[in-house]
């Protein structure tokens, strides 16, 4: 009979020293261990706590601290199961809330949670082409062919003939994150438009016939006034007679027969062993050295193409142009490479 009270009282130290361990490893504080228990609602009734709550001490010996071991163990498991379990069905609602949070990126791919877009990183950057300076905002993550269009649509250049230079020459394949490009930073443009290459690739002859056929025509100098009224006198009877289509050597005799500007006869003498042009009228004769005639200008006569009219400019301005009328067409090449020195005839 003692036996069995001792073996009782025993179980129920054991039950009590298993059930202290339990609330120590589940609170983490002896002071509140009883009142974990009964907030968990591990004990069936509140005799069974009233029972656990005593100090009774427990038997030492061998034989006690396995038994005490033994129930300890099992009761523990049982207890710590409980606790757990309990712990993580009641956090489960906001620790899952907290993990999906946490797991949840902010953007994936440019793409928001919420499924709108995400601003990219913009970075203010100056294109500097000739003396023009743009001020633009590019995303790091483009590449240096998306700079290139971006260049073209400010400056006209086509990608093709651009020369990008921040660093070195941009190649096309790279992004300006890579690049390294902060906010401020300056890039190079080297290139010609198209329209600049054109024009530079034209021949002469087309931009001389443009550049002609802009000008306003002349009126020839036959229609003007202030030559009309030699030249309606009509061709002198005794003028030397023209041959057209042909160059010959300035004669050996003077040129005579033409009119001058007052209406007057004149000839002309060549001297060239003197290298002076003598230019004779009724009056007098006016010896004039090559060198001081500036230049030679002639044109034909309207209805008469077979001679012209041509002008000896004797000082610095058209004002000193010294006129003669009906010259025969064969002669006027060399009358001007003789008075401006391209050759002689000796």
């Given at each position: 009979?003692?036996?069995?009270?001792?073996?009782?009282?025993?179980?129920?130290?054991?039950?009590?020293?298993?059930?202290?361990?339990?609330?120590?490893?589940?609170?983490?504080?002896?002071?509140?261990?009883?009142?974990?228990?009964?907030?968990?609602?591990?004990?069936?009734?509140?005799?069974?706590?009233?029972?656990?709550?005593?100090?009774?001490?427990?038997?030492?010996?061998?034989?006690?601290?396995?038994?005490?071991?033994?129930?300890?163990?099992?009761?523990?498991?049982?207890?710590?199961?409980?606790?757990?379990?309990?712990?993580?069905?009641?956090?489960?609602?906001?620790?899952?809330?907290?993990?999906?949070?946490?797991?949840?990126?902010?953007?994936?791919?440019?793409?928001?949670?919420?499924?709108?877009e995400c601003t990219?990183?913009?970075?203010?950057?100056?294109?500097?082409?000739?003396?023009?300076?743009?001020?633009?905002?590019?995303?790091?993550?483009?590449?240096?062919?998306?700079?290139?269009?971006?260049?073209?649509?400010?400056?006209?250049?086509?990608?093709?003939?651009?020369?990008?230079?921040f660093k070195g020459?941009?190649?096309?394949?790279?992004?300006?994150?890579?690049?390294?490009?902060?906010?401020?930073?300056?890039?190079?443009?080297?290139?010609?438009?198209?329209?600049?290459?054109?024009?530079?690739?034209?021949?002469?002859?087309?931009?001389?016939?443009?550049?002609?056929?802009?000008?306003?025509k002349k009126e020839?100098?036959?229609?003007?006034?202030?030559?009309?009224?030699?030249?309606?006198?009509?061709?002198?009877?005794?003028?030397?007679?023209?041959?057209?289509?042909?160059?010959?050597?300035?004669?050996?005799?003077?040129?005579?027969?033409?009119?001058?500007?007052?209406?007057?006869?004149?000839?002309?003498?060549?001297?060239?062993?003197?290298?002076?042009?003598?230019?004779?009228?009724?009056?007098?004769?006016?010896?004039?050295?090559?060198?001081?005639?500036?230049?030679?200008?002639?044109?034909?006569?309207?209805?008469?193409?077979?001679?012209?009219?041509?002008?000896?400019?004797?000082?610095?301005?058209?004002?000193?142009?010294?006129?003669?009328?009906?010259?025969?067409?064969?002669?006027?090449?060399?009358?001007?490479?003789?008075?401006?020195?391209?050759?002689?005839?000796?």
């Amino acid at each position: 009979m003692r036996n069995r009270k001792a073996i009782a009282v025993q179980q129920q130290q054991q039950k009590r020293h298993s059930s202290r361990i339990a609330k120590q490893l589940a609170m983490g504080s002896r002071g509140n261990r009883h009142e974990a228990k009964l907030d968990i609602g591990l004990y069936e009734n509140d005799t069974e706590a009233d029972a656990l709550s005593g100090d009774t001490n427990s038997s030492e010996g061998e034989g006690g601290s396995r038994g005490e071991v033994g129930v300890a163990g099992e009761v523990v498991g049982e207890v710590v199961g409980e606790v757990v379990g309990k712990e993580v069905t009641e956090s489960a609602p906001g620790e899952g809330s907290r993990n999906a949070d946490a797991e949840t990126p902010a953007a994936v791919n440019g793409v928001t949670a919420e499924g709108g877009e995400c601003t990219p990183d913009l970075v203010d950057i100056k294109i500097i082409y000739n003396k023009a300076k743009f001020d633009v905002s590019v995303s790091l993550d483009s590449t240096g062919a998306s700079l290139k269009n971006t260049i073209h649509t400010l400056t006209g250049v086509p990608p093709a003939m651009q020369k990008v230079m921040f660093k070195g020459l941009v190649r096309e394949e790279r992004t300006l994150r890579d690049m390294k490009v902060t906010s401020g930073a300056k890039f190079m443009v080297v290139g010609s438009t198209l329209t600049d290459v054109l024009a530079v690739n034209a021949p002469k002859e087309v931009v001389a016939q443009e550049t002609r056929a802009d000008e306003p025509k002349k009126e020839p100098l036959c229609r003007q006034k202030q030559h009309r009224k030699v030249l309606d006198k009509g061709k002198p009877d005794d003028i030397m007679p023209a041959i057209k289509g042909t160059m010959e050597r300035l004669p050996s005799v003077p040129l005579s027969g033409m009119f001058n500007k007052s209406g007057g006869k004149v000839r002309l003498t060549f001297k060239l062993e003197q290298d002076q042009l003598w230019i004779g009228t009724k009056e007098r004769t006016e010896k004039l050295p090559m060198g001081s005639i500036k230049n030679v200008v002639s044109e034909p006569i309207e209805g008469h193409e077979d001679y012209h009219m041509m002008a000896l400019q004797l000082g610095p301005t058209e004002a000193s142009y010294y006129w003669v009328y009906w010259v025969p067409v064969q002669y006027v090449d060399a009358i001007k490479d003789t008075v401006l020195g391209k050759w002689q005839f000796f």
